[in-house]
C-alpha cells in the first residue's frame, strides 16, 4: 500500500468510527447500576417489613425477583435497548447474567428445545458456571489443607 492508500483508508476508518464521552459513558452506567441496586434494596425492604421475612428469605426473593425480571425484559425485547443506553450498568451480575442464560435461550429454540434451547442455553454462561465452581473447589481444597495443617 502507498502512503496515499494508507491516508486514506486511516481517514475512511476514522470517518466510521463511532466516537464515545468516557465521562458520559460512565455516568449512565452508574446511574443505570444505581437504578437496579435500588430496585433490589425496595424489594429486600419490602420483604423484611412488609412481608415480616427474616433477611435470607428476604435476599433470596430479591434475588429471584431480580432475575425474573431480567429475563421478563430480554424477552420482551426491552433489555437489549435498555442496556444500549446504560452499558456497563446493567451488567451488574445478577441481571447480566440472566440476560445472558435467556437470551440464548431466546435465540436458539427455533432449533427445538433439545438441540435449540437445551444445547445452547448456556453457551454464554457455561464457562462462567465453570471456573465458578471451579474456583469453588479449589478454595475449598486450600481451606482444607490450611486446616488439616493448623494454618487456620
Known amino acids: 500500500m502507498d502512503e496515499k492508500s494508507k491516508k486514506q483508508y486511516n481517514q475512511y476508518v476514522e470517518s466510521v468510527t463511532p466516537t464515545h464521552n468516557l465521562f458520559l459513558q460512565m455516568l449512565k452506567a452508574f446511574i443505570a447500576g444505581g437504578i ?8 429486600y425492604n419490602l420483604g423484611i417489613f412488609y412481608f415480616h421475612l427474616d433477611k435470607l428469605s428476604a435476599s433470596n426473593w430479591c434475588s429471584l425477583i431480580l432475575v425474573l425480571l431480567s429475563v421478563i425484559l430480554t424477552a420482551t425485547g426491552l433489555y ?9 450498568g446493567l451488567l451488574v451480575p445478577i441481571t447480566g447474567f440472566a440476560n445472558s442464560v435467556a437470551s440464548a435461550a431466546i435465540e436458539f429454540k427455533k432449533e427445538g428445545q433439545v438441540f435449540g434451547v437445551g444445547a445452547k442455553i448456556f453457551t454464554i454462561a457455561g464457562p462462567v458456571i465453570l471456573y465458578g465452581i471451579f474456583s469453588s473447589w479449589a478454595l475449598g481444597l486450600v481451606y482444607w489443607i490450611g486446616k488439616c495443617f493448623g494454618w487456620w
Open 36 to 43: 437496579v441496586c435500588v430496585v433490589g434494596q425496595i424489594i
Open 80 to 88: 437489549p435497548i435498555i442496556t444500549k443506553f446504560a452499558g456497563a
